[in-house]
């Protein structure tokens, strides 16, 4: 665990931090509107056990299925950064 209080661990952290925030945004932009783009295409395959079309499937469920697995993991990662560099919260 580095010191919390110096410049480079600030700047560390704050570059993790950063870094993983832009990497959640392009998921979130992928499954929020580049997904929605190819619904037509998509709604050619069918899901075989649920028998919906997975352009339809895609942006009735699956993006908020990828929303809310996104806040957990991003929470957890967060967390691992900020244990790394000192600036955890107490449990």
Same mark, same amino acid.
């Given at each position: 665990?580095?010191?919390?209080?110096?410049?480079? &661990?600030?700047?560390?952290?704050? &570059?993790?931090?950063?870094?993983?925030?832009?990497?959640?945004?392009?998921?979130?932009?992928?499954?929020?509107?580049?997904?929605?783009?190819?619904?037509?295409?998509? &709604?050619?395959?069918?899901?075989?056990?649920?028998?919906?079309?997975?352009?339809?499937?895609?942006?009735?469920?699956?993006?908020?299925?990828?929303?809310?697995?996104?806040?957990?993991?991003?929470?957890?990662?967060? &967390?691992?950064?900020?244990?790394?560099?000192?600036?955890?919260?107490?449990?």
């Amino acid at each position: 665990m580095a010191q919390p209080d110096s410049k480079a &661990n600030e700047e560390a952290h704050w &570059n993790k931090t950063t870094q993983l925030m832009f990497i959640h945004l392009g998921v979130w932009f992928f499954f929020g509107y580049v997904i929605h783009m190819f619904v037509v295409p998509l &709604n050619k395959i069918v899901i075989p056990v649920l028998g919906f079309p997975l352009g339809f499937y895609m942006a009735a469920q699956g993006s908020l299925i990828v929303f809310v697995v996104m806040l957990f993991v991003f929470a957890w990662q967060q &967390n691992r950064i900020d244990r790394q560099h000192g600036y955890a919260e107490e449990d």
